[in-house]
């Protein structure tokens, strides 16, 4: 692979992960509906988890309804996934130069893990559900991955 391709590698695996990260955190902001969307067509998930999802909702619905205030903690997770996604800029204009900012992402996505499983049994989240949650470290250091070796690679380019 020549120095364009791998710049073009590393910038279409940042871009999938910039997408993944803002997606990931907008859908934060319209939580109830779309759980309320979720509960409607419950008859596509397992009873257990249809069963979870209702409770989620039911709880965010009250929660909205004699708190609408503490929805501003979600408001403030979604703006922090955008925040992190603008990090990501960096990478497109001159991966070697930040590579931390790639290293910082895949630090971030294993510390997924603890979180998940530490804070899931303590807020009694199900384990199917903690495990999920996991998926967003496992599926989000993937690219990032891909883009840290093929910038090492870059890197070995430009020292030659």
């Known amino acids: 692979m020549n120095e364009q391709q791998l710049r073009k590698r590393i910038r279409i695996w940042v871009w999938i992960f910039i997408v993944g990260l803002v997606l990931s955190g907008v859908t934060a902001f319209p939580i109830e509906t779309e759980l309320a969307i979720m509960v409607n067509h419950s008859s596509i998930f397992p009873d257990f988890m249809a ?54 992402g895949m630090i971030a996505c294993v ?38 070796k093929s910038i090492r690679k870059l890197e070995a380019m430009a020292g030659k």
Do not use: E
Request: glycine residues 6%; neutral net charge; hydrophobic residues 50%.
């Open 51 to 104: 069963h979870w999802i209702a409770t989620i909702y039911s709880a965010v619905h009250d929660t909205n309804i004699r708190y609408p205030w503490l929805a501003y903690g979600t408001d403030w997770l979604a703006f922090g996934h955008i925040v992190i996604a603008t990090t990501f800029i960096g990478p497109l204009r001159d991966p070697v130069k930040n590579i931390w900012v790639i290293q910082f």
């Open 111 to 148: 510390m997924v893990l603890p979180l998940a499983f530490i804070a899931g049994p303590i807020r009694h989240i199900p384990v199917y559900w903690s495990v999920i949650d996991c998926c967003f470290g496992v599926f989000g250091i993937m690219p990032l991955y891909i883009c840290y």
